[in-house]
């Protein structure tokens, strides 16, 4: 890896959208306090009460249409990484978010990979296909590529299901010499367990920003707690004026 070239690959859950208004899974009151995970976010489910699954994200997508869910600072400060972090060290920002809200991409990032899926998305069980979803799913709606009624699904992996762009993950967090964890408990694989993966190599950084230590906090160099909307912009200050700076805590 060329020295002078610095690459950052950023991982991000629940916890960065919090103050944007939308529920985290483990926190107290969040989603899985709600509804168990083999009910309504497993292939399984699905197959045994789709109308369950469906409106367990009938519910969650219409949050998006209620005109009050925007990017928080940490969202802005992420995409301002991606558009400055080249000039500084010529490398690149990526962002791989476990989140399913269209967050990241209202604030500008661009370089993201949704592994977990998107709720502003369905996917057709038929023909495969993804296509934006403006509505609630379940309702005799055609496929818009096949025109097959009724066989849309959430796009949106669940637990059991393979996730996203693994192979594209694991080759950016080969090439980084910055690995930044945002708002994740670190609970869920393959996700929790990036930070070993770009931790193995010597020239990696590793820092968690999060308000509590996460499950895999001791795997990383470095850790800041606290909100992510003050946490975020004060980190990414630091980045584009020092660059990268290796605090180990
Ligand atoms: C896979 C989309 C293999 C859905 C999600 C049995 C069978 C198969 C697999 C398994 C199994 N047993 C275990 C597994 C592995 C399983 C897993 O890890 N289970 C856990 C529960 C043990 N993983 C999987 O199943 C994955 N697939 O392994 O496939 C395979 C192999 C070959 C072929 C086929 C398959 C798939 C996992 C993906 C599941 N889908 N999301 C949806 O959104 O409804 S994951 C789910 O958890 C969430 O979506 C979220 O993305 C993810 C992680 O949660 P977090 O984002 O971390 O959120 P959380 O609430 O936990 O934490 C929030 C954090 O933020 C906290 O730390 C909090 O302190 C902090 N915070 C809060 N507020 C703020 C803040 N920080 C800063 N500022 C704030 N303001």
Not at 1 to 27: C, H, P, Y
Not at 62 to 76: E, L
């Amino acid at each position: 890896m060329e020295e002078s070239k610095q690459n950052i690959v950023i991982l991000t859950g629940a916890g960065i959208s919090q103050e944007s208004g939308l529920d985290t899974f483990r926190d107290k009151g969040g989603l899985w306090s709600k509804v168990r995970i083999e009910d309504v976010a497993t292939p399984e489910a699905y197959a045994r009460d789709p109308e369950r699954v469906q409106e367990f994200y009938n519910m969650r997508r219409r949050r998006h249409f209620d005109g009050d869910i925007k990017p928080n600072a940490a969202h802005a400060a992420l995409a301002l990484l991606e558009k400055e972090w080249p000039s500084v060290t010529g490398g690149s920002v990526s962002i791989v978010t476990q989140n399913i809200d269209n967050l990241h991409e209202a604030a500008g990032s661009e370089n993201l990979i949704h592994m977990h899926g998107e709720i502003l998305k369905a996917r057709c069980g038929d023909c495969g296909e993804v296509s934006i979803c403006g509505g609630d799913l379940g309702q005799g709606e055609a496929c818009p590529d096949c025109g097959e009624i009724n066989t849309l699904r959430p796009h949106v992996v669940w637990f059991g299901e393979m996730p996203l762009e693994m192979e594209r993950i694991h080759s950016l967090l080969d090439r980084c010499t910055l690995f930044i964890s945002i708002g994740t408990s670190g609970n869920v694989y393959p996700a929790a367990g990036f930070v070993q993966l770009a931790g193995g190599n010597a020239d990696t950084h590793t820092i968690e920003l999060n308000l509590e230590p996460s499950e895999g906090a001791t795997f990383f160099a470095e850790a800041r707690y606290g909100r992510a909307s003050d946490l975020i912009p004060s980190y990414v200050e630091e980045l584009l004026t020092n660059g990268l700076v290796r605090q180990n805590t």
